[in-house]
């Protein structure tokens, strides 16, 4: 079965500081990978994706992810985390019905 | 962001009661989805659409129906809510469907049964 899993309900993390929130996957074939950002009585943005090429993929907001096949995992990451960032993230995995399988989300605190 | 709108955006209704909520977009996408957020869970997939009166389900779909009768908008309908289906809706879209196509999605309905 085809399934994303977020390992963190919460990541703390202080302004300045590297962030890095955790996707774990599991799928037969290649993954196609999503990140979005839901912001507070909002809908969901997209923040980037991984489809095939290189395993580092830029995205919005000055954010970053890195596939990592060899781990099943899809890692998002700042290098500089903002007060603004904070927001529940969500790691989801394209499915044979070309609809999304989301992981439970993460909810990231960046402190001033 | 993109032209998607939900209504309504709150509605509290009561238990067997019939509620309809509506999607509407304006960028002529092909696909259509309908989901529903609770937490713990994620984002979890109720039904979709890939064209004008084709539908099909996903992974939460008892309890709820849909129509899609053009390509603008896509209708999902609790026939008999229950207060598990209380619960905030999201309606996202998408051009193709493929690989490099990623979704779009509205603001969200919250629904509460009592």
């Known amino acids: 079965a085809q399934s994303v899993a977020q390992p963190e309900d919460q990541v703390n993390v202080a302004e300045g500081n590297p962030l890095t929130v955790k996707c774990t996957y599991s799928v037969s074939g290649n993954p196609y990978l999503f990140w979005y950002v839901q912001y507070p009585n909002r809908g969901l943005q997209f923040l980037l994706k991984?489809?095939?090429?290189?395993?580092l993929v830029k995205g919005s907001y000055g954010f970053e992810a890195e596939f990592n096949k060899s781990q099943t995992s899809f890692h998002l990451k700042k290098p500089s985390a903002l007060v603004s960032d904070s927001a529940l993230y969500f790691c989801?995995?394209?499915?044979?019905?070309?609809?999304?399988?989301f992981g439970s989300g993460t909810r990231l605190q960046v402190q001033p | 962001d993109a032209g998607i709108t939900q209504s309504p955006r709150h509605k509290v209704t009561e238990t067997g009661t019939p509620v309809t909520l509506r999607c509407h977009q304006t960028e002529n996408h092909r696909y259509m989805y309908w989901y529903r957020q609770d937490p713990g869970h994620g984002l979890r997939l109720i039904h979709y659409s890939y064209g004008v009166k084709d539908t099909d389900k996903g992974e939460v779909s008892d309890g709820y129906s849909v129509s899609r009768s053009k390509t603008e908008d896509f209708l999902l309908t609790l026939e008999s809510a229950t207060s598990s289906q209380t619960s905030v809706y999201f309606c996202?879209?998408?051009?193709?469907?493929?690989?490099?196509?990623?979704?779009?999605f509205g603001p969200g309905t919250r629904l509460t049964v009592l």
């Open positions: 989801a995995l394209l499915t044979g019905r070309r609809a999304l399988t």
């Open positions: 991984y489809i095939t090429g290189d395993n």
């Open positions: 996202a879209i998408s051009e193709s469907g493929t690989t490099d196509n990623e979704q779009f």
